[in-house]
């Protein structure tokens, strides 16, 4: 066990013990929530691509505690993680993916396209970098009413090789938007490896040429990402300037629930994932909080169970809520404006 | 009223919504310093500054996500595309963003944006550069899709398009620019989905939109000085929404129709138009009703060529004498 001063000089300035426990709690229960996934999508609960993001807790965990009230952001597909970081009921994401009316999109989006728009959560898009675009729009609003918002926009390695991606980075140097464009580089988009789709494999390096500060860091262990995003944030906030931070990290499971352990095998060893396993951020953000003396091995259980709780608890009340309304077919395709019904 | 051009009712729209509301900008390729590629935004950027007034890199789908973005957190943004055939990079913003978020996320998220620009062709552009392809857009749940044909549309029909909060798809024909008509002074809006009898006709009716309807006006001249036929002509303005009680209305009249746009005839607008007009006014027709349209064809460069591939005077006064044979 550590001395108080020497937990003190570990963690970063701004963070309290007590704040790591509940960013900790919060990457226990995305981990939790997604294991209950698998097995709801087997029994038939939920349909279409689901994504999750285990292993690649800590990113939107330790992007997202810096993130004010009135800031946005905006993600991939792969966003279950982000959701529940950001505050959202799991509940309800829950309930979304189940297709239920109780969903955080009434059902009507899916894994794909979770929101939260009084948590400044603009949505996660199912267009590989479509949203970095939008990003840019997001922050050309704040500046243009002179807010010191931020907003964060999350997307894979995948997203580097798509054009509008590229127009956007650019636009947003123009335009000096507050944006941090947050690379999460898990290696792989679906099953093609970095080191093959981008001639340049070090997306930091290669986003260094939009000029805008750029920065390559570990996404695996908490305190750090804890202590580069909040420096990467500030100054965004204060400067203003866009910044493109690429964020080393792994997926554990496949793409989506299609990629299994077979389909894998076609692009990644055992030993790999293992090697990444080992790298697991609640295991690490657990044993830092043994070993500083944060918390008690009855603690960590305590907490653990808990967060299996709340997984199970989100897994009965989708189970429970009602499918939405069949008149929901044909609402919400305009704000004013009816679409016929076509029988 | 003021005699004015369709460049100008637009700027005039512009102008004034940018001064009634705060959260409009413009943003789009050479609309600021260069005043416009067809000087629709000439003196905007004096007027308003940069921030209002954003010129952009060649980038459709940044200037499309960019807008998208801005309007999703309030702001009411016009994108002007060069022309609506260099949309075609921007689609997927357009198609996958602008069009679903509203729907995607139950509701919660509205997209105000007008992309606007010249559709069209018939300036020997060749096959890059023609394209009209609104029937494209209006194939999209969730976008709207406007085509003014006149001065007083235009500007009428462009402010309701900055007020609506949905996206709106506003294309306009790079041979309107210049043309002259009659606009109301001060404030007025031109809603969507109301059609306009441009012309009173008793024998066949003609259904257009944009540039066209200005040629089946011509050839509605025509026919009635030559031959005695009365043509009621239809200037639909806005194809999402669709005013088919109009339509429907002036063919229990007529009991026949000629539908006439620039776009290409295969699944074109015309064919979603006779398809309706078939399933709501079967019993109404005294002759099937036609199209004349682009042919299907990308537009070649040779003058004679291109004028032989966009409808003609002479093709739409074609169709309507056989209709009524």
């Known amino acids: 066990m550590k001395t108080e001063v020497a937990v003190r000089k ?4 701004s963070l309290t013990p007590q704040r790591l426990v509940e960013l900790y709690r919060t990457m226990l229960l995305i981990r939790h929530f997604e294991e209950q996934c698998s097995p709801a999508y087997r029994q038939g609960k939920m349909g279409g691509y689901m994504h999750v993001y285990i292993g690649q807790e800590a990113v939107a965990t330790g992007f997202i505690a810096h993130m004010r009230d009135d800031d946005y952001m905006v993600c991939s597909y792969r966003d279950h993680g982000h959701a529940l970081a950001r505050g959202t009921d799991p509940r309800r994401v829950m309930a979304e993916l189940f297709g239920r009316y109780t969903g955080v999109s009434k059902g009507k989006g899916g894994s794909m396209h979770l929101v939260d728009v009084e948590r400044g959560f603009l949505g996660g898009y199912g267009i590989v970098g479509g949203m970095v675009p ?12 002179g807010g010191d918002q931020v907003c964060l926009c999350f997307f894979g390695d995948g997203a580097m090789n798509i054009g509008p991606v590229h127009e956007a980075l650019n636009m947003a140097a123009i335009y000096k938007v507050p944006v941090v464009f ?8 679906m099953a093609t490896p970095v080191e093959f789709a981008s001639a340049v494999p070090n997306l930091a390096e290669r986003a260094k040429q939009y000029g805008m500060p750029t920065r390559q860091i570990e996404g695996m262990d908490l305190l750090e990402v804890y202590r580069q995003a909040e420096e990467i944030i500030r100054q965004v906030r204060t400067t203003p300037t866009p910044f493109f931070v690429e964020v080393i990290t792994y997926r554990f499971e496949g793409h989506g629930i299609a990629d299994n352990p077979t389909n894998q095998a076609l692009y990644r060893t055992k030993e790999e994932v293992e090697y990444w396993r080992q790298r697991d951020p609640i295991v690490n ?13 009855q603690q960590l259980l305590e907490w653990d169970a808990h967060a299996k709780q709340q997984a199970l608890e989100a897994v009965a009340y989708a189970d429970a809520s009602p499918e939405p309304p069949i008149e929901e077919l044909y609402r919400d395709v305009y704000t004013d404006m009816e679409v016929q019904e076509w029988r | 009223m003021a005699v004015i051009t369709y460049r100008e009712a637009l700027r005039q729209a512009l102008t004034e919504e940018m001064e009634r509301d705060p959260n409009v900008f413009l943003v789009g390729e050479e609309i600021g310093r260069y005043q416009g590629t067809f000087r629709v935004t000439e003196g905007l950027l004096q007027r308003f500054g940069e921030m209002r007034v954003v010129d952009t890199p ?9 807008a998208i973005g801005a309007a999703m957190i309030g702001l009411r943004p016009v994108a002007e595309f060069m022309t609506f055939s260099f949309a075609l990079i921007a689609v997927d913003q357009i198609v996958n963003h602008a069009a679903k978020i509203l729907y995607m996320f139950g509701g919660q998220i509205s ?7 010249p559709a069209g062709g018939g300036a020997q552009l060749s096959a890059q550069h023609s394209h009209s392809l609104e029937s494209w857009y209006a194939h999209i749940p969730g976008l709207k899709v406007v085509t003014p044909a006149t001065p007083a549309d235009a500007k009428g029909m462009l402010k309701t398009a900055i007020r609506d909060d949905n996206p709106v798809i506003f294309m306009e024909h790079a041979k309107l620019y210049s043309t002259r008509g009659e606009v109301p002074e001060g404030d007025y809006t031109i809603p969507f989905g109301v059609a306009d009898v441009k012309r009173e006709g008793s024998d066949v009716t003609i259904i257009a939109y944009s540039q066209p309807v200005l040629l089946a006006l011509h050839a509605a001249e025509k026919l009635a000085e030559t031959e005695g036929i009365q043509c009621e002509v239809i200037d639909l303005r806005s194809l999402q929404p669709l005013d088919m009680e109009t339509i429907l209305r002036s063919i229990s009249k007529t009991h026949r129709a000629v539908v006439v746009h620039e776009d290409h005839r295969n699944v074109g607008f015309g064919a979603e138009i006779v398809a309706r007009i078939q399933e709501f006014a079967f019993d109404e027709l005294d002759a099937p009703v036609l199209r004349v349209a682009s042919a299907d064809v990308p537009i070649p460069y040779a003058r004679n060529l291109e004028r032989a591939a966009f409808p003609s005077e002479e093709d739409i006064i074609r169709a309507v004498k056989r209709v009524l044979v």
């Open chain 1, 134 to 145: 939008l990003a840019v729009g997001i922050g050309y609003g704040i500046r243009y009413r």
């Open chain 2, 58 to 66: 060649i980038s459709e789908s940044g200037i499309a996500g960019m």
């Open chain 1, 182 to 189: 947050v690379c999460e580089n898990n290696r792989y988009a």
């Open chain 1, 285 to 297: 953000t657990a044993r830092f909080l043994l070993d500083s003396g944060i918390a008690t091995e």
């Open chain 2, 111 to 117: 997209v105000p944006v007008v992309f606007r620009g």
């Open chain 1, 10 to 13: 570990a963690l970063p300035e």
